[in-house]
């Protein structure tokens, strides 16, 4: 588990910015959601202000 995969922010976004595959990435190793939820993750909009290289949560979504 240590070394698993997981969806990290590619891009600094701002609240109410939608998730896309030019913001959002897969990386390893990661401490975020698993890439299985990567197509649910598409569209949605995030309710804070992530940084680039933070790990991908699900309070993340709004």
Request: glycine letters at 8%; zero cysteines.
């Amino acid at each position: 588990m240590r070394f698993r995969r997981s969806v990290d922010i590619a891009a600094d976004l701002n609240a109410e910015d939608r998730l896309t595959r030019e913001n959002i990435r897969v990386i390893r190793p990661g401490f975020g959601l698993a890439p299985k939820h990567d197509d649910t993750l598409l569209g949605r909009r995030v309710n804070r202000d992530p940084a680039m290289g933070t790990a991908m949560r699900w309070d993340y979504i709004g």
